[in-house]
């Protein structure tokens, strides 16, 4: 018996120390926010300053949420000449939440860019899409209705070039009967398309026209981006 007691006591603490193996690779670390919905707009329709002035909302954001250690840039395009694509400026990718979920692993998944993730899609939807602070926001069926999201672009991320304007003149219109914005549905709900990125233009580039159509002047920002 004296023996066992030696034996047992060399077991427990094996088995201890591998139940404590397992539960630490069982725990990763999470992954740090690179992406997240504006949590308030700019609040003043679709003149955001132009995209200097959406950026710095979005770096504002971000360095209340603890995330100002890196750069930040709004998912916006430009139309005219010297046009910036959204997809451009938003590095390469990974992008997790808030809460470390990720959202698209690439371009090519964030985008569709290649048949295969074109058909699995991005992973972007109302539970992952959330603010800085790392809440749903509202969407289809919520009151109020807050899903159209500010791009600008087309579906694969680029600028619009058919000579109409989406984008409430580069970002500085914010008035009524001025333009319209191009919005996406961040919960893939509604527009027949069901995209995140491009579904309809706004009515106008008014708070009250972003208002209007399901929205409330927010937009997509993205760490690491040029």
Same mark, same amino acid.
């Given at each position: 018996?004296?023996?066992?007691? #030696? &034996?047992? !006591? !060399?077991?427990?603490?094996?088995?201890?120390?591998? @139940?404590?193996?397992?539960?630490?690779?069982?725990?990763?670390?999470?992954?740090?926010?690179?992406?997240?919905?504006?949590?308030?707009?700019? $609040?003043?329709? $679709?003149?955001?300053?132009?995209?200097?002035?959406?950026?710095?909302?979005?770096?504002?954001?971000?360095? &209340?949420?603890?995330?100002?250690?890196?750069?930040?840039?709004?998912?916006?395009?430009?139309?005219?000449?010297?046009?910036?694509?959204?997809?451009?400026?938003?590095?390469?990718?990974?992008?997790?939440?808030?809460?470390? !979920?990720?959202?698209?692993?690439?371009?090519?998944?964030?985008?569709?860019?290649?048949?295969? #993730?074109?058909?699995?899609?991005?992973?972007?939807?109302?539970?992952?899409?959330?603010?800085?602070?790392?809440?749903?926001?509202?969407? &289809?069926?919520?009151?109020?209705?807050?899903?159209?999201?500010?791009?600008?672009?087309?579906?694969?991320?680029?600028?619009?070039?058919? $000579?109409?304007?989406?984008?409430? @003149?580069?970002?500085?219109?914010?008035?009524?009967?001025?333009? @319209?914005?191009?919005?996406?549905?961040?919960?893939?709900?509604?527009?027949?398309?069901? @995209?995140?990125?491009?579904?309809?233009?706004?009515?106008?580039?008014?708070? #009250?026209?972003?208002?209007?159509?399901?929205?409330?002047?927010?937009?997509?920002?993205?760490?690491? $981006?040029?």
């Amino acid at each position: 018996m004296k023996y066992m007691r #030696p &034996a047992l !006591a !060399a077991l427990a603490l094996t088995v201890a120390f591998g @139940s404590f193996l397992v539960l630490a690779q069982g725990q990763q670390p999470q992954q740090p926010m690179t992406f997240f919905l504006t949590s308030t707009s700019i $609040g003043n329709g $679709g003149n955001l300053s132009g995209l200097a002035g959406a950026d710095a909302h979005c770096q504002m954001l971000a360095t &209340a949420a603890g995330r100002g250690d890196v750069t930040w840039r709004a998912y916006l395009s430009t139309q005219g000449p010297g046009a910036v694509n959204a997809r451009d400026r938003i590095g390469s990718g990974p992008w997790h939440n808030a809460n470390g !979920a990720i959202v698209a692993m690439n371009h090519d998944e964030l985008h569709g860019d290649t048949i295969n #993730p074109a058909r699995l899609g991005n992973r972007v939807n109302k539970n992952t899409a959330r603010n800085e602070k790392g809440e749903v926001v509202n969407g &289809a069926g919520d009151m109020p209705n807050q899903h159209d999201i500010l791009t600008g672009s087309t579906a694969d991320g680029r600028a619009f070039t058919d $000579g109409m304007d989406h984008t409430c @003149s580069n970002w500085t219109a914010g008035t009524d009967g001025m333009g @319209s914005a191009q919005v996406g549905h961040h919960d893939k709900i509604g527009g027949g398309s069901g @995209s995140w990125n491009s579904v309809h233009a706004s009515r106008g580039c008014a708070q #009250p026209n972003l208002v209007q159509t399901g929205g409330n002047g927010y937009f997509y920002c993205f760490a690491g $981006g040029n």
